[in-house]
């Protein structure tokens, strides 16, 4: 078992800066992917960032350029700074870490962007 415990997140306005944090405990070893994805009202969940252990990113294409996620495997976590912040950002954050057996979830953090 794997636990996910999200911080970070809040209201910024348009062309801002925020940082979410992640945290996981349990089972650390089994984690081979962290990452964050996000789901805005009325939409389904998307990839946002992801971070293999050797330190591999992937972005989603609306965020390059703007985010950046970063993942410290000797503290078990994974971070997302987030700069240039736009409205369409707004959404709950997700952190992810996915294992051979599944993917395991936090339980989401609120980001709000105010034009």
């Known amino acids: 078992q794997v636990q996910l415990v999200e911080s970070g997140g809040g209201l910024v306005q348009a062309g801002g800066s925020l940082r979410l944090s992640c945290a996981a405990s349990?089972?650390?070893?089994?984690?081979?992917?962290m990452g964050w994805y996000r789901q805005a009202p009325g939409k389904q969940r998307e990839l946002v960032a992801t971070?293999?252990?050797?330190?591999?990113?992937n972005y989603a294409d609306s965020v390059k350029g703007r985010f950046t996620i970063s993942r410290n495997n000797a503290k078990n976590t994974v971070d997302l700074q987030m700069n240039m912040l736009k409205p369409e950002d707004t959404a709950v954050y997700y952190c992810?870490?996915?294992?051979?057996?599944?993917?395991?979830w936090g339980q989401g953090t609120q980001v709000t962007v105010s034009s």
């Open positions: 971070a293999s252990r050797s330190g591999t990113t």
């Open positions: 349990g089972d650390i070893s089994s984690i081979i992917i």
């Open positions: 992810n870490g996915r294992t051979l057996n599944g993917n395991y």
